[in-house]
């Protein structure tokens, strides 16, 4: 039995497939290299020591989609295709809608037909909106406030909806907080596309000096010195958060979302400082103003995964800059 993982060439979805091959599952990996690369199946490979199945198919469509279940006996699905940026979604919300939303549905259907009941499925923070309540636990209300944001809520209630109608559905919504950091190896991290949209990603590129300074967005928020406040999570915390779902899966009742956060926010003052103590780079900055869309103050309460998944995440902002800034100088380098 193998587990199918979407987007797993992705940013994510590379450091979760390499603790679920050192954990012992074996996995097959759809992915349409729409926003990564080939090279990241050897890099895995060469990691673990593993070797991996790979099918390069886009979830629209359903036809290839079919034939690797029909092809493979699969018992869960970890879904973390999908396209990410907020400010592009913004522009083209077509899509963002056909591609999160059709491929998730393509995947539900596929997945029923086989009877793979068993699904994690990447979720966000961004389903907060303005947060109702701190620190934010499942229970909080939910809202969208970008086109990228409405796909995770609308995928999130049609899986709700899903679960309603068949019991023998296990869905694991996982609510990500702020993934960054990367693999010790040095071999995967992220790689962004063109300037950065994230923090740690451009304050990197600041450190190698690709780019001139950092513009740090608002100065008058209220936290204790103005800036923006984040729960940083290490993306190894993450893919090990994904694990964790999965060895408790059966034990779900249909749908639960979880929280996969540090439950610490650090201000964006705070994560500059902490890079550079980890670099030894110093970073220019400049305070500019808030940036459109932008929530001040965002972190979670984790205790439901720590109590149900047996989950914690244990890598501080110091590893999470530590490994990030490696990654920026290493992944240029490396042949595999
Ligand atoms: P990523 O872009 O690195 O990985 C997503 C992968 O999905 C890419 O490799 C891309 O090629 C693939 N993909 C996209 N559409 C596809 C399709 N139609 N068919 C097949 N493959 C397709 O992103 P990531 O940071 O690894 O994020 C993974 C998931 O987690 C996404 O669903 C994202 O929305 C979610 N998420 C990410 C963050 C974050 O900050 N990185 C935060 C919260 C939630
Ligand atoms: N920031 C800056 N300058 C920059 C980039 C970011 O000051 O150049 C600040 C932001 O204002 C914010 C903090 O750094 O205070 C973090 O910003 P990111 O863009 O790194 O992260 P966001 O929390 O805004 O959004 C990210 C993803 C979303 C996801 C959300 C929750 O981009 O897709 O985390 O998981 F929904």
């Known amino acids: 039995m193998s587990i199918l993982v979407t987007g797993g060439t992705g940013y994510i979805g590379s450091h979760t497939i390499v603790e679920l091959l050192e954990a012992g599952f074996d996995v097959i990996v759809v992915d349409n290299l729409s926003n990564s690369s080939e090279d990241v199946i050897d890099r895995i490979e060469k990691i673990t020591g593993k070797d991996l199945s790979f099918y390069n198919i886009d979830l629209?469509?359903?036809?290839?989609?079919?034939?690797?279940?029909?092809?493979?006996?699969?018992?869960?699905?970890?879904?973390?295709?999908?396209?990410?940026?907020?400010?592009?979604?913004?522009?083209?919300?077509?899509?963002?809608?056909?591609?999160?939303?059709?491929?998730?549905?393509?995947?539900?259907?596929?997945?029923?037909?086989?009877?793979?009941?068993?699904?994690?499925?990447?979720?966000?923070?961004?389903?907060?909106?303005?947060?109702?309540?701190?620190?934010?636990?499942?229970?909080?209300?939910?809202?969208?406030?970008?086109?990228?944001?409405?796909?995770?809520?609308?995928?999130?209630?049609?899986?709700?909806?899903l679960s309603n109608s068949n019991r023998k559905w296990r869905i694991a919504l996982l609510r990500y907080f702020n993934p960054v950091g990367a693999h010790n190896s040095g071999l995967i991290g992220e790689k962004p596309n063109g300037t950065p949209n994230n923090l740690m990603p451009y304050i990197t590129q600041v450190a190698s000096g690709k780019l001139e300074k950092l513009y740090v967005f608002g100065g008058d928020y209220p936290s204790k010195d103005g800036t923006g406040v984040r729960d940083y999570i290490h993306v190894v915390d993450l893919a090990l958060g994904h694990l964790k779902a999965l060895k408790k899966i059966d034990i779900l009742s249909g749908i639960e979302a979880f929280n996969l956060g540090t439950g610490i926010g650090y201000s964006v003052l705070e994560v500059i400082e902490t890079f550079e103590e980890a670099s030894k780079v110093k970073i220019p900055y400049e305070i500019v103003s808030r940036r459109f869309g932008d929530t001040g103050i965002c972190y979670a309460n984790p205790v439901k995964a720590n109590k149900h998944l047996n989950w914690y995440a244990e890598r501080d902002l110091f590893e999470m800059c530590k490994s990030a800034w490696d990654w920026e100088n290493t992944r240029e380098f490396i042949s595999i």
């Open 60 to 161: 629209l469509n359903k036809k290839a989609l079919d034939l690797i279940f029909h092809e493979n006996s699969i018992e869960a699905v970890i879904h973390f295709a999908g396209y990410k940026a907020v400010g592009e979604s913004v522009q083209l919300p077509l899509k963002y809608y056909q591609n999160n939303i059709i491929s998730t549905l393509n995947m539900c259907e596929v997945m029923e037909k086989y009877g793979v009941y068993n699904l994690i499925f990447s979720s966000s923070a961004t389903v907060y909106g303005y947060p109702e309540r701190l620190p934010l636990d499942e229970t909080c209300s939910t809202s969208a406030l970008n086109p990228y944001g409405r796909t995770k809520l609308m995928i999130e209630e049609i899986l709700t909806d």
